[in-house]
């Protein structure tokens, strides 16, 4: 089953609507119909947000074990967010898995312009297959995940 059926199936399994998964998990409708439609390539951005609203595992999608953060219980400053615990990043227990730095608010321009330099980060644990599968990647050397904000399409 591809990406797509595992939206459309997750969503209707929570008794969503299209409209209702993309309110809630703001991306916007017209993406929704695309991503079920297999018509545009959803963003791991995207898909995390979805995936929160479904209430369901990233891994899910790629039919791997569940996904796993590596985060200490230090604080940050802002007391909201935990540190991530970053050592020997590329070492887990299965190796079709790699722990990739998710910089959460640092952001990438895309078009229209926007910056952010902060550089809180966590680490997401997810499949090579996965990644292959759904990013075309083939080296997973000095990869981390960002936000992309804009408006270039």
């Keep these: 089953m591809n990406i797509s059926q595992k939206i459309k199936n997750a969503r209707e399994a929570k008794n969503l609507t299209q409209l209702e998964l993309a309110k809630s998990s703001g991306v916007s409708l017209d993406s929704i119909k695309r991503y079920e439609t297999k018509e545009s390539n959803i963003t791991i951005h995207n898909l ?3 995936a929160k609203v479904l209430d369901i595992d990233l891994n899910y999608f790629a ?3 569940k996904l796993s953060l590596s985060l200490s219980s230090k604080m940050s400053l ?10 020997n990043q ?3 227990l299965n190796d079709d898995m790699i722990n990739i730095p998710f910089f959460e608010n640092v952001r990438a321009s895309a078009g229209s312009g926007a910056y952010n330099d902060e550089e809180s980060t ?4 997810l499949s ?3 990644l292959r599968e759904c990013f075309g990647l083939y080296s997973f050397i000095n990869l981390s995940v960002i936000l992309g904000q804009g408006d270039s399409m």
């Design 63 to 65: 039919n791997v074990p």
């Design 128 to 130: 090579k297959s996965f």
């Design 90 to 92: 590329q070492e887990t």
């Design 78 to 87: 802002s007391q909201d967010k935990y540190v991530p615990k970053l050592e």
């Design 48 to 50: 995390i947000k979805i």
């Design 122 to 125: 966590q680490a997401l644990g």
